[in-house]
């Protein structure tokens, strides 16, 4: 271990020795508690096993290289182009779907293109009517990430040379525009489609594989899957395994692959009914996005995400209409095809980026797989420069250094004086986000002209000044609405993690007016210079000048507003009294890098992902180790541990949401934890800071037959942090 790796810690080498010789006992955990506590629990790292956690994390530092990653060209002109909202996807004409060769239907053969399966549960089966039918097609496209001018940089801010298709070099200076990148995208966009759902009204969306096709003859790079196959997850919809579109039950049914292959079509049916038509289990945002497995990080970033705002409309209360019900913002429009639209209700979906250099080599653990022969790796590639650059088996986790809102890099919203209501939805590979509400005197300032370098560079652009002026009033995560609303001056956005919130424009937090033209910064304030973990946040050290200017948001003129902010929500499914009495006898299952590497480097019970058999508890206080089977119809306690390392995970569980019930030891389901305060909502993904114990109440309804759970670090998904279970008759 070089004293250079130890320090990315912040922690002196011979600290983490002496924690490291402590680690082997009980000694570790009264270590962490006395003279190291603060320097862990200052770094995340602070449980009942920080003290491994910092040594291992150091440790790996010291074992593996950190591989070189592009710095993007600086965009010179940011916060000229629009964010893009998307339209409501308008559903297939019936008169359509019946000309279909194969139209969807309840019967035997009827599920997907191979005629081996049918729907577990049809709609009439929950005395529901037949489902909207949507298509959408898995389309080769190029997509525009930014339409200003671009300069060509090098990780110390310096102006670099660049390149163009045919390889030809351009000096050192020379301002270029960023060229369209290689998409797979649901319907050819980046996002795809937007869905709006609601409950009661059930969907079938067929889904049909079109990627071996190039009519655009378009670069394909060396992402995605090589053999063009999708899978897609609606996530977390409460859902059939045939329809949930996850690789266990994929590789044993359905395709018996890992996804749908070129030709194919499945027709997805979502029944928007609550897990056990339970409305206290009501969900309030989705998103799709592909789960091939070991290539849903590359497809994902490759362009696979859509949204699906779902809406209650069971008594108005949440209908997109702020004139009924609960009166959140929305003014809705029903539109003559069949969908509708609600203004000042604003989905934002956050993907970082890399950009292609043109000199940095790629190389990949995949290569050797022979996975993109074309490509030649290792090599670099002039030809791709300013397109989106991909590493499939990164060390220390991948993350982009631009940020986009919406598929658009620093976009601009134009909003009226009155309250909106924004849907925040993760869809990085790794990065997590912290957001604030900032105004700025100076305005944006690149990074470079501040003097950064390296990956400070990362963002671009800093406001230095940034204050925060308004707050967040959050309404729902993503187990749905919130029992109450949480006044918030920054929140926390995990990858694959939904947050809504409310925001009024009429006024800043002190009671100001606002006024037309005023501008607000939506701001990311936590550093994450790689996909390990933060290095700075509001929690953990944090560093009052990086504030990264995502979104400009321009106040315009006042528009009538009749939405509000209500004082309670909707209530949490109950949860039994004696909860505490299945502690002995819950599933646990800890998450944790390998030791051998390659494909099976990161793992959940020590063991990596086997689609063929369903996956074994650790030994629980019971003395047992049962198997991830759950009986239809029943309740349980899991564990989801972090094993160490200094890694942050974010565990998803498949089929039915959760709600925490202890994290680290400590019950939560009165008083969320400080660092954690969603806790007390339900939830579909785990936050895991480093080394951290969760414990989750959850049902299993409705559904039987296969089901993952798996690290929406998608760089650990893929290299099998990734486990089967299944829900029995």
Request: with cysteine; net charge neutral; proline share 9%.
């Amino acid at each position: 271990m070089t004293e250079e790796s130890a320090n990315k810690t912040g922690l002196a080498r011979r600290t983490l020795l002496r924690l490291g010789a402590a680690g082997g006992t009980a000694a570790a955990v009264a270590a962490a508690r006395s003279w190291a506590g603060p320097l862990l629990a200052e770094r995340g790292l602070m449980s009942p096993d920080g003290a491994f956690a910092a040594t291992s994390m150091a440790l790996g530092d010291g074992l593996f290289y950190i591989e070189a990653l592009p710095t993007s060209p600086l965009i010179l002109s940011p916060f000229t182009d629009r964010l893009v909202v998307p339209k409501a996807l308008a559903p297939v004409p019936k008169s359509v779907v019946n000309a279909w060769k194969n139209p969807p239907g309840p019967g035997p053969g009827q599920q997907n293109s191979l005629r081996n399966e049918r729907h577990q549960v049809w709609t009439s089966d929950v005395g529901l009517p037949d489902p909207i039918i949507y298509k959408i097609n898995l389309l080769v496209r190029a997509h525009s990430f930014s339409t200003s001018q671009v300069l060509p940089i090098n990780a110390n801010g310096r102006p670099t040379v660049s390149f163009d298709a045919n390889r030809k070099t351009y000096p050192a200076g020379t301002r270029r525009t960023l060229p369209p990148s290689t998409i797979y995208g649901y319907n050819g966009t980046f996002p795809g489609p937007r869905i709006n759902a609601e409950y009661g009204k059930p969907v079938l969306v067929r889904l049909e594989n079109h990627l071996d096709e190039n009519p655009l003859k378009l670069d394909r790079q060396d992402f995605g899957s090589p053999d063009f196959s999708f899978l897609t997850h609606l996530h977390n919809s409460h859902t059939a395994p045939e329809s949930d579109g996850n690789p266990h039950y994929s590789m044993i049914a359905g395709p018996r692959h890992r996804g749908y292959r070129p030709g194919m079509f499945v027709d997805n049916l979502y029944l928007n009914r609550a897990a056990g038509n339970d409305d206290s289990a009501k969900q309030s945002f989705f998103w799709f996005h592909d789960h091939t497995m070991d290539h849903t990080g590359a497809n994902v970033y490759k362009g696979m995400v859509g949204l699906y705002p779902i809406y209650d409309p069971k008594n108005g209360l949440d209908m997109g209409d702020e004139r009924r019900g609960l009166r959140l913002p929305g003014v809705r429009t029903n539109n003559p095809d069949g969908s509708f639209d609600v203004a000042f209700d604003i989905p934002l979906a956050f993907t970082d980026f890399r950009f292609d250099d043109g000199v940095t080599i790629h190389k990949d653990f995949h290569d050797g797989l022979g996975e993109f022969p074309a490509a030649k790796n290792p090599a670099t590639h002039p030809e791709w420069w300013g397109k989106t650059f991909y590493k499939h088996f990164p060390n220390h986790g991948f993350v982009g250094d631009i940020c986009t809102v919406n598929g658009t890099a620093f976009p601009v919203l134009e909003v009226k004086r009155r309250k909106y209501r924004f849907r925040f939805l993760d869809a990085s590979v790794a990065r997590i986000y912290e957001f604030k509400l900032m105004t700025s005197t100076r305005g944006p300032k690149s990074s470079v002209s501040l003097g950064y370098n390296g990956d400070e560079l990362q963002g671009q652009y800093r406001i230095e000044d940034g204050q925060q002026c308004m707050q967040f009033n959050e309404i729902a995560v993503d187990g749905g609405l919130l029992p109450i609303p949480i006044k918030r001056n920054s929140f926390e956005l995990w990858p694959a993690k939904r947050r809504e919130v409310i925001v009024d424009f009429t006024r800043y937090q002190d009671g100001t007016p606002t006024t037309k033209g005023d501008v607000v910064y939506l701001t990311n304030v936590m550093k994450m210079p790689n996909g390990r973990k933060w290095a700075a946040s509001t929690r953990f050290s944090p560093d009052p000048k990086y504030k990264i200017p995502l979104l400009k948001i321009v106040i315009g003129d006042t528009a009538p507003d009749n939405s509000r902010i209500p004082a309670t929500l909707r209530a949490l499914p109950p949860l039994p009294s004696n909860w505490q009495s299945m502690l002995d006898n819950r599933l646990i299952f800890e998450v944790q890098r390998g030791s051998a590497g390659g494909e099976t480097e990161w793992l959940i019970n020590g063991k990596p992902f086997d689609p063929q058999h369903v996956l074994a508890s650790l030994k629980n206080p019971a003395g047992r180790s049962p198997l991830a089977q759950q009986k239809k119809g029943s309740f349980n306690l899991w564990e989801l541990r972090n094993g160490g390392g200094g890694w942050v995970h974010p565990v998803h569980l498949h089929e039915e949401e959760h709600q925490v019930v202890m994290r680290n030891g400590k019950d939560v389901t009165r008083t969320a934890d400080p660092g954690h305060p969603d806790d007390i909502s339900g939830e579909d993904t785990v936050a895991l800071d480093p080394g951290e114990s969760v414990i989750v109440y959850r049902g299993f309804r409705d559904f039987t037959g296969p089901y993952v759970g798996h690290c929406h670090n998608l760089s650990h998904e893929d290299h099998a942090m990734m486990f089967a279970w299944e829900i029995t008759p």
